[in-house]
């Protein structure tokens, strides 16, 4: 079945460093992919998507570009804010014969900004 | 605001009790979905709805009972609760495949209900 893994956390930086967050994924279809953001006791947000090879998607300074070939889709942002602090979460989608779309998601990796 | 409201925000039960929890999306969306969060395990899938109807349901135990009565409400309906069912469960909607919408495949959470079973 379909599957994502992104990298163990926490990850823990300080203001205004550079973060990547590692995501890799395994579908038998094209799926699109996804980055969900969760703050705390808040349900998970779209933080962007990408629907094709070599797409990018951006929002809030964090970028990811849909790598094919290596099955990845890392997040990075150039410099972090203590307010980036969250668990974020790699996913993908794909097309159900239901109509609807069924995600799965990676296991989310805590993020700790320190001032 | 999400567009997504879950209710109620906490919830504790005892293994005897019924409970339902309830989800309402404003969105005009066509699926809706159940989830459960729980620490250190990945986010896992328990039903999807379409139309109204069911159409995915990841080999949740019986005790666990969704409904759909229509494409803007979704209620989880509990009973005989164990305690490793402690967590929190969320709902998403999604506008779907026959919406139209250029991002027809996005999640749209609530708040999550937190579930304390003792």
């Known amino acids: 079945g379909d599957s994502v893994t992104q990298m163990e956390g926490p990850v823990t930086l300080s203001e205004e460093a550079f973060l990547t967050i590692n995501c890799t994924y395994t579908a038998t279809g094209y799926p699109s992919l996804f980055w969900y953001v969760q703050y705390p006791g808040e349900g998970l947000q779209l933080l962007l998507k990408a629907t094709k090879a070599d797409d990018k998607g951006s929002n809030k300074g964090f970028e990811a570009t849909y790598r094919k070939e290596t099955t990845s889709f890392h997040l990075e942002k150039g410099s972090v804010q203590v307010s980036d602090s969250a668990v974020y979460f790699c996913a993908l989608s794909v097309p159900s014969s239901g109509g609807s779309y069924i995600p799965t998601f990676g296991r989310g990796t805590s993020l700790i900004v320190h001032p | 605001e999400t567009g997504v409201t879950q209710t109620p925000r906490h919830l504790v039960m005892g293994m005897t009790n019924k409970k339902s929890l309830k989800c309402e999306q404003h969105l005009g969306h066509n699926a809706m979905y159940w989830y459960k969060q729980s620490a250190k395990k990945p986010l896992e899938l328990m039903f999807v709805y379409n139309f109204k109807e069911q159409t995915e349901n990841n080999s949740v135990p019986s005790r666990f009972s969704p409904e759909c009565p229509n494409s803007s409400h979704l209620f989880l309906h509990l009973h005989t609760l164990q305690p490793e069912d402690s967590a929190l469960y969320l709902c998403?909607?999604?506008?779907?495949?026959?919406?139209?919408?250029?991002?027809?495949?996005?999640?749209?959470f609530g708040a999550g209900t937190r579930l304390s079973v003792l």
């Open positions: 998403a909607s999604s506008p779907g495949e026959a919406s139209g919408a250029l991002a027809k495949n996005i999640q749209y």
